[in-house]
């Protein structure tokens, strides 16, 4: 088979692999579950930007962590209600656990957090797949990726 009529395939087989590539780390945002019990853990932080507030909560262990300047545990989350006006809009949660980091490629991932926005009923909002997130969140890889922990520090 001459290389012109090889070209056509090797090409449809790189494009699945890489489409195949890009949905693992689409379907893998699934594993963050809403933190139905997130209110029983810390109230740490309000924050306003304009018209949005956000009403973030942790856990005491994430406190702790953040604290003594340790990364923060494996089983962290983060939830955030996301205000626009007085009415909630959504809910984002950012959650780490040990190699959810590995499902990304290195230029995309904040280290093992995945994030996962839930409408007001609580539904997972299956259009948002946690990637615009991530990359925001490298910013801030010398804080384990989180943009409040001096907020946690002082709670």
Known sequence: MSLARKSPIVLAILTLIGAAS??????????VQFPENYKNGVHYATVNRGGVREELYTSPEAIAAAKRGDPFPD????????????????????????????????????????FREFAPDRSPNMSENGQRCMSCHQSEAGQDFVFTIDQMREE
Do not use: C, P
């Open 22 to 31: 890009v949905w693992q780390a689409w379907a893998e945002n699934d594993r």
């Open 75 to 114: 089983g962290t989350f983060i939830m955030m209600e996301d205000y626009r006006g007085d009415q909630l809009h959504r809910y984002v949660v950012m959650e780490k656990q040990k190699g959810w980091g590995e499902a990304y490629s290195e230029s995309a991932r904040a280290g093992d957090w995945e």
